[in-house]
């Protein structure tokens, strides 16, 4: 148990999730080693990825990429419009941008558009982007780029109003390399149990990718596609729950950041003490989880 434990804190997965597998964990886990192929495996039942299905770009639809400042948003829809346009062509595919926040956001979609031939549109409110949605319906695929806000931004309300219609399927865009309260918090304020899933950005930059997907898990949201780099399209893919859940198991902070045996040991001493009440209460995101 401590040496699972040290593993999965090292790699950034929540206290919660780490009693939640103590408590499943096996007793045929003997051998060093039984318990994190155990775990790994659990972890990997409990994240939902899209990989059973049609890639986005296969689909089609109408898809708002909406997520806080500076997660990589209007770079994943040029990705997703450049993976679409090599495959259907860019006379399928519409753009629209809803950025009017931003000095330069309109210019950096409208740059994109020009390297794949496809016209931006502008919408400034709820009527002209119906307007533009009626204008766009024979496009196999319209993508909408949104205005990049922090999550306690009052205006975010007011952007989820503008994309409730009920053709727009929202995807929110995650920062892989953020901390888990911050992404936990971008979760709560975008509605994310409401989205169509999730699209996982600047994988390259994360050293710890555990914090992103507890959050998966915790809130059973489907991980649609990753980005891992600036090239476009190239850095755009679909990753298995076993990729990802082993990405993340490998991946640790500085010898500053990690616990050693007798911190572990010490934080863990009184678990068997510990009521089931709470222990149930601590861990009730994932009381649902398989193990």
């Known amino acids: 148990q401590a040496q699972l434990a040290q593993r999965l804190l090292d790699t950034g997965f929540s206290p919660a999730l780490i009693r939640k597998l103590l408590e499943s964990l096996p007793s045929h886990c003997k051998e060093e080693g039984d318990e994190l192929v155990w775990a790994s495996n659990v972890l990997e039942r409990n994240l939902p990825t899209g990989e059973r299905e049609a890639p986005l770009e296969e689909a089609g639809g109408v898809y708002a990429m909406i997520g806080a400042t500076g997660v990589g948003k209007t770079t994943s829809t040029a990705k997703l419009a450049a993976a679409f346009a090599t495959r259907h062509g860019a006379a399928n595919l519409g753009l629209i941008t809803l950025d009017a926040y931003r000095v330069g956001a309109h210019e950096q979609l409208r740059t994109y558009g020009r390297i794949l031939g496809v016209p931006v549109h502008t919408a400034h409110d709820r009527a002209s982007l119906e307007d533009l949605l009626d204008l766009l319906s ?154």
């Open 138 to 291: 024979a496009k196999k695929m319209v993508l909408i780029d949104t205005a990049g806000m922090a999550q306690r931004d009052t205006r975010t309300r007011e952007l989820l109003e503008m994309l409730s219609h009920r053709a727009i399927q929202r995807l929110l865009v995650v920062n892989a390399s953020a901390q888990g309260e911050t992404i936990e918090d971008q979760l709560a304020a975008y509605a994310a149990p409401s989205c169509r899933g999730i699209v996982l950005s600047k994988l390259d930059e994360a050293v710890k990718l555990g914090p992103a997907l507890d959050s998966m898990i915790r809130h059973k949201l489907k991980v649609l596609a990753v980005a891992n780099g600036q090239r476009v399209p190239e850095d755009w893919h679909r990753l298995s729950a076993n990729a990802l859940v082993q990405r993340a198991l490998r991946c640790s902070g500085g010898a500053a950041w990690k616990l050693d045996d007798s911190d572990v040991n010490l934080i863990f001493a009184n678990m068997p003490a510990v009521k089931a009440a709470a222990l149930s209460n601590s861990a009730l995101p994932y009381a649902s989880i398989r193990a």
